[in-house]
């Protein structure tokens, strides 16, 4: 429905417009009345007008100035003037200043002042339509400007050089550009069994992922990772969130490539000057990863390292080892170790520094020296370790054979036995089979079978659920309110039900009969 106005200083002119039109079926309602220029504008200023209906001739100001100040004033609404044979010149200088018909008063009747109505009602639906479809290209365009700017950034962030006013990509748009955005990273691993999946492909999934929302997520792929920004006002609007969309792309991901990428997002919108400095944040906090593992999304998160730093942890460790091996004290070490790597934990410390940090400790000199062979071997365990759990357990079996504390003495098997039996402490949690232990080690898996039992006098499995057994059950004691699911999960179980049978056999008790105890 329009709003018409009607200017007119004739009382009975007013009257006959109220009466012979059937407002409602000709699209319009008589929203207001004026008896001069004065009133109308002040009108026009006041309430929502559409179209204006004007007589010429008023005292104070006449049809024409109000035509003029409408004008003056931008109305765009469809304007008719009322005449009188006698005022063609007026007529004529109205249609020039902007009216867009007149009408003779003394054809004035229901019929005729319809079929006016009508043509007005088709003007301002062609204007509406018109300023349509302009809102859509001022919108389009405006839209084009950010996704020209998040294309410059995704590329600009990840770039190696100083950024400097010339390298910035908003100093080169028309226009400052203000509007919250989200970010995310995601960095491909190398899986161990299956070559890595390409760039394209997981840029793909990204962009299925994010394809139900109104707005694209610009992506910037650079050596293993892939820089991703969306807007957080089309995030918004879709009603759903960063944490849920990316969580939804690490199942993609995983079930698509058999291996867990490691996501990194910043939880909250940011402004497109602080760009670098968060994408440097996500980068800093991929090691995260490795302490809290790539089951899902990681919030990016600012640590700082002078509270403790990493020399005087490593210092520690080594301190702290060397004196559990004097007094043989297992207990001893394995408390030095978990210190440690908690303190890496703290510190968000770099994955291969911690590496760095057990070469160290495993060439210190001393009695009971793994062989050099051996040590090796550990070596390149070390490196492949996935989690800062699994190092951690590997560096305590390690140390356990060098005090001598080890019930299997990794120096008495063949080498081919070491490096099953360091393989398994360094992958429990896994989906260990016969065939891909019996493929790392290079043997026919009927052999590999034989030679361990021979060797250390119990079967492979049974070795591997002792692992796995003394690990959960170090779980249970460090945190007895754990749910028993977790940590089934933890040491390599699918089926939690499974998972307390093979305890109870191992331990005698139930899960929570142990934790109760």
Not at 152 to 181: D, G, Y
Not at 391 to 410: N, P, T, V, W, Y
Not at 497 to 503: H, I, L
Request: proline share 4%.
């Amino acid at each position: 429905m329009y709003n018409l106005l009607l200017v007119d200083d004739e009382p009975l002119i007013k009257v006959a417009f109220q009466s012979a039109v059937e407002w409602g079926k000709n699209g319009f309602l008589l929203a207001a009345t004026a008896s001069n220029g004065q009133e109308a504008l002040h009108i026009v200023e006041t309430q929502h007008i559409d179209a204006v209906i004007t007589d010429l001739k008023m005292p104070g100001m006449d049809g024409l100035a109000l035509i003029h100040e409408l004008k003056k004033r931008s109305f765009t609404g469809p304007i008719l003037v009322l005449s009188n044979y006698s005022d063609f010149d007026s007529v004529r200088t109205a249609l020039t200043d902007g009216a867009y018909d007149y009408f003779l008063k003394i054809n004035m009747n229901g019929e005729s002042i319809g079929e006016h109505l009508e043509k007005m009602a088709d003007l301002l639906r062609v204007q509406q339509q018109r300023q349509t479809e302009e809102d859509h290209r001022s919108f389009a365009i405006e839209a084009q400007k950010k996704e020209n700017a998040l294309i410059h950034c995704a590329q600009w962030i990840t770039s190696t050089a100083e950024p400097s006013p010339a390298s910035n990509p908003f100093s080169m748009l028309p226009e400052p550009l203000s509007f919250p955005i989200r970010l995310f990273t995601v960095t491909l691993i190398p899986a161990k069994t299956h070559p890595m999946p390409a760039l394209d492909a997981v840029t793909d999934l990204i962009t299925e992922v994010f394809d139900e929302i109104s707005g694209k997520v610009f992506l910037h792929t650079h050596e293993d990772e892939i820089c991703g920004l969306i807007s957080n006002e089309s995030l918004v609007a879709s009603g759903r969130t960063l944490d849920k969309k990316l969580a939804r792309l690490q199942r993609q991901v995983t079930t698509y490539f058999l291996d867990a990428p490691v996501i990194i997002y910043h939880d909250k919108p940011i402004s497109l000057a602080e760009l670098r400095q968060d994408y440097q944040l996500c980068e800093d906090s991929k090691a995260l990863a490795f302490y809290v593992g790539r089951s899902a999304p990681i919030k990016a998160t600012a640590h700082t390292v002078t509270a403790h730093p990493f020399h005087v942890s490593q210092a520690e460790l080594s301190k702290a080892t060397a004196v559990a091996a004097q007094n043989a004290d297992e207990l001893q070490m394995q408390i030095a170790v978990h210190t440690f790597f908690q303190n890496c934990a703290a510190l968000c410390m770099p994955p291969q520094r911690v590496r760095e940090a057990c070469h160290l400790l495993l060439e210190r000199p001393g009695e009971n020296m793994i062989p050099q062979e051996t040590l090796e071997q550990t070596f390149k365990e070390i490196e492949k370790a996935p989690t800062a759990e699994a190092l951690e357990q590997l560096l305590c079996l390690i140390l356990q054979e060098r005090m001598g504390l080890s019930k299997i003495a990794l120096s008495k098997f063949k080498k081919e036995v070491q490096a099953v039996i360091i393989y398994v402490n360094a992958h429990y949690m896994d989906k260990l089979t016969l065939d891909s232990i019996a493929d790392y080690v290079g043997l026919n898996r009927e052999y590999l079978s034989r030679l361990f039992s021979k060797e250390t006098g119990i079967g492979l499995f049974q070795y591997i659920n002792e692992v796995r057994m003394k690990r959960a059950g170090e779980m249970i004691r460090s945190n007895k309110q754990v749910y028993i699911k977790e940590v089934a999960a933890a040491v390599g179980f699918d089926d939690p039900y499974f998972f307390s049978r093979k305890f109870k056999d191992f331990y005698g008790k139930t899960p929570s009969e142990y934790a109760e105890a």
